[in-house]
């Protein structure tokens, strides 16, 4: 069959056929349809499109040019050999009276960028939906394409509204500037702009961070600006309100450079505390605020920090700007980087002067007391000794010569008054016991050493656990206070190994030279548990040692058993 337009016909790059309308047969087909169909030329001559496209729609079609009605881009499926199913948007056009022209878009691959570009419209719209900054995008002419919600409830102006329109056309008090930093933007400047202020309809202003980055293509064209709003009002209320409790804190807070010592930051704290302004410290070495008594534990402190990134309760003294110095205790934790190294210090410095005084106060009460007491111990002994028994005494004297002017024939009163004399005797052992355990009269008559050998002996008599004794020869010379409280510490270690140590022996040895006392109490029985509170006794001893300017040591000994040491400075 010739067609007049044959050539253009076979030429055309747009795939064409013609149908005859009555049988719906393929008369005709030009290479470019044969290509969208994926089938030769022959195959196709003689063919119904039934094959090509599905029933329904040509039944349609068909119907639709029957009637008159012109047939402009309709979508269709197209079926290939292989199964493979092609979007096709048809045209058909009469021809003559009996064919049609049959015009193809293959629009397939136009549907799969439509259906990617909604999807990734969907899921941009889920991202900008999940941010908690407020995101837009605006096209390269400054019109919005995206819009989040967070966007949304910053600026008062819903997303459709705000879709394909200016910024300075949307925002009803938009911050100053705004059109000239989104020229900028668009002319290719990243902008940063913090601080801006945004009143959004029937709210209160508010204060925000503006970023905007151009998008460029790739060949560094501007198609478009990504703009982000950082809602900084309540960041600013909460610093406001942190830096407000920073500096009016009753406590000094510092922060120090974790390497160097140097200070870094510190509130109004530090100058009430030392006196010294924020202004002559920040810096310098925080080892400058030190007082020379307390610099080698501040340096051993921070060598500690450095090594664990904490200091807990650490006393010390630091100097004030007079000269003077306060007792201040340190809290120190660190502020590690992404790697873990340490990079400052978070610090607290506490005045703790005034508990140090009450402390001093207390400890002078309670040596008072501890002084007090051993002298009225003194008293009530003597007058055990020297009244109570010398009445006893006088008592026996009685009974003895009422025994010796009975009649020889009064069995019955000679057996009352040697009962009565037994517990006149009693009595007076006891008296003896009690006014040694008050007051031993060895310590003030033959010093220490000879109390210390008694006390043993009694311990040892008493317990049946054997004690060793090794002290020097002579009274030492030691002070009174001194020798008390070292005998007291004995009189208390010996009741504690009585009472928990289940021990078979125990050892005391006192050792006196230049450098001062050491009192050491050594036994073998279960031990000391470990990290267990110190009982009153225990603080008992502690607190009679600090008064005379000694220390207590008490440790569990390997071997087992436990070691209590007393030290004396000379």
């Given at each position: 069959?010739?067609?007049?337009?044959?050539?253009?016909?076979?030429?055309?790059?747009?795939?064409?056929?013609?149908?005859?309308?009555?049988?719906?047969?393929?008369v005709?087909?030009?290479?470019?349809?044969?290509?969208?169909?994926?089938?030769?030329e022959?195959?196709?001559l003689?063919?119904?499109?039934t094959?090509?496209?599905?029933?329904?729609?040509?039944e349609e079609?068909r119907?639709?040019?029957?009637?008159?009605?012109a047939?402009?881009?309709?979508?269709?499926?197209?079926?290939?050999p292989?199964g493979?199913?092609?979007?096709?948007?048809?045209?058909?056009?009469?021809?003559?009276?009996?064919l049609?022209?049959?015009?193809a878009?293959?629009?397939?691959?136009q549907?799969?960028?439509?259906?990617?570009?909604?999807?990734?419209?969907?899921?941009?719209?889920?991202?900008?939906?999940?941010?908690?900054?407020?995101?837009?995008?605006?096209?390269?002419?400054?019109?919005?394409?995206?819009?989040?919600?967070?966007?949304?409830?910053?600026?008062?102006?819903?997303?459709?509204?705000?879709?394909?329109?200016?910024?300075?056309?949307?925002l009803?008090?938009?911050?100053?500037?705004?059109?000239?930093?989104?020229?900028?933007?668009?002319?290719?400047?990243?902008?940063d702009?913090p601080?801006?202020?945004?009143?959004?309809?029937?709210?209160?202003?508010?204060?925000?961070?503006?970023?905007?980055r151009p998008?460029?293509?790739?060949?560094r064209?501007?198609?478009?600006?990504?703009?982000?709003?950082?809602?900084?009002t309540?960041?600013?209320?909460a610093?406001?309100?942190?830096?407000?409790?920073?500096?009016?804190?009753?406590?000094?807070?510092?922060?120090?450079?974790?390497?160097t010592g140097?200070?870094?930051?510190?509130?109004?704290?530090?100058?009430?505390?030392?006196?010294?302004?924020?202004?002559?410290?920040?810096?310098?070495?925080?080892?400058?605020?030190?007082?020379?008594?307390?610099?080698?534990?501040?340096?051993?402190?921070?060598a500690?920090?450095?090594?664990?990134?904490?200091?807990d309760?650490?006393?010390?003294?630091?100097l004030?700007?007079?000269?003077s110095?306060?007792?201040?205790s340190?809290?120190v934790?660190?502020i590690?980087?992404?790697?873990?190294?340490?990079?400052?210090?978070?610090s607290?410095?506490?005045?703790?002067s005034?508990?140090?005084?009450?402390?001093?106060?207390?400890?002078?009460?309670a040596?008072a007391?501890?002084n007090?007491?051993e002298?009225?111990?003194?008293?009530?002994a003597?007058?055990?000794h020297?009244?109570?028994?010398?009445?006893?005494?006088?008592?026996?004297?009685?009974?003895?010569?009422?025994?010796?002017?009975?009649?020889?024939?009064?069995?019955?009163?000679?057996?009352?008054?040697a009962?009565?004399?037994?517990?006149?005797?009693?009595?007076?052992?006891?008296?003896?016991?009690?006014?040694?355990?008050l007051?031993?009269a060895?310590l003030?008559?033959?010093?220490?050493?000879?109390a210390?050998?008694?006390?043993?002996?009694?311990?040892?008599?008493?317990?049946a656990?054997?004690?060793?004794?090794?002290?020097?020869?002579?009274?030492?010379?030691?002070?009174?206070?001194q020798?008390?409280?070292?005998?007291?510490?004995l009189?208390?270690?010996?009741?504690?190994?009585?009472?928990?140590?289940?021990?078979?022996?125990?050892?005391?040895?006192l050792d006196?030279?230049?450098?001062g006392?050491?009192?050491?109490?050594?036994?073998?029985?279960?031990?000391?548990?470990e990290?267990?509170?110190?009982?009153?006794?225990?603080?008992g001893?502690?607190?009679?040692l600090?008064?005379?300017?000694?220390?207590?040591?008490?440790?569990?000994?390997?071997?087992?058993?436990?070691?209590?040491?007393?030290?004396?400075?000379a």
């Open positions: 069959m010739t067609l007049p337009f044959d050539a253009v016909f076979r030429a055309s790059p747009v795939p064409q056929a013609l149908v005859q309308l009555s049988t719906s047969v393929l005709a087909v030009n290479p470019a349809f044969a290509a969208l169909a994926e089938r030769s022959a195959e196709l003689g063919l119904t499109n094959g090509l496209f599905e029933p329904a729609k040509r079609l119907a639709r040019v029957l009637g008159g009605e047939v402009r881009e309709v979508p269709v499926e197209l079926t290939r292989s493979e199913k092609r979007s096709v948007l048809l045209s058909l056009d009469p021809v003559g009276s009996d049609l022209l049959v015009t878009e293959d629009i397939t691959e549907r799969r960028a439509e259906l990617a570009l909604g999807h990734s419209q969907d899921l941009s719209a889920l991202v900008l939906g999940a941010l908690d900054e407020a995101v837009a995008v605006l096209d390269a002419d400054a019109r919005y394409l995206l819009f989040s919600p967070k966007m949304e409830e910053l600026s008062g102006c819903p997303a459709e509204r705000a879709l394909g329109r200016h910024p300075w056309e949307v009803t008090n938009p911050a100053p500037g705004l059109g000239q930093r989104v020229a900028r933007a668009l002319a290719g400047e990243t902008i702009a601080g801006l202020e945004i009143t959004p309809p029937g709210k209160p202003p508010r204060r925000v961070d503006l970023f905007a998008v460029l293509s790739v060949e064209a501007v198609r478009g600006v990504v703009v982000r709003l950082t809602d900084v309540a960041l600013s209320e610093r406001a309100r942190y830096q407000d409790l920073f500096e009016n804190a009753p406590d000094a807070y510092l922060s120090v450079d974790g390497q140097t200070l870094i930051e510190c509130n109004r704290g530090l100058e009430r505390l030392t006196g010294f302004s924020a202004s002559e410290v920040i810096g310098r070495p925080v080892f400058e605020l030190y007082h020379p008594s307390s610099l080698a534990a501040g340096r051993a402190a921070f500690e920090f450095q090594r664990t990134g904490k200091i309760d650490l006393e010390l003294e630091v004030r700007k007079d000269g110095a306060v007792d201040v340190l809290h934790t660190a590690r980087d992404a790697s873990g190294a340490i990079v400052r210090s978070r607290i410095w506490r005045d703790i005034r508990r140090k005084r009450d402390e001093t106060k207390l400890r002078e009460l040596v007391l501890q007090v007491r002298e009225e111990g003194k008293r009530i003597r007058e055990l020297d009244e109570l028994g010398q009445a006893m005494t006088a008592l026996q004297l009685d009974l003895g010569w009422l025994e010796r002017h009975l009649p020889t024939g009064a069995s019955e009163l000679h057996q009352r008054l009962a009565a004399r037994a517990l006149i005797d009693e009595n007076l052992q006891l008296a003896r016991r009690l006014s040694s355990e007051r031993p060895l003030d008559d033959l010093g220490l050493p000879a210390m050998g008694w006390l043993c002996r009694e311990f040892e008599g008493r317990t656990i054997r004690c060793t004794l090794h002290v020097p020869e002579g009274p030492g010379a030691l002070t009174e206070p020798r008390t409280a070292l005998f007291r510490v009189q208390e270690a010996l009741t504690n190994v009585a009472r928990h140590a289940r021990a078979e022996q125990v050892e005391v040895r006196l030279g230049p450098g006392a050491v009192l050491g109490v050594h036994d073998d029985g279960v031990g000391i548990p990290g267990s509170p110190r009982g009153l006794g225990m603080l001893m502690q607190e009679r600090r008064a005379v300017g000694g220390e207590l040591e008490v440790e569990r000994r390997p071997g087992g058993g436990t070691a209590v040491r007393a030290r004396l400075p």
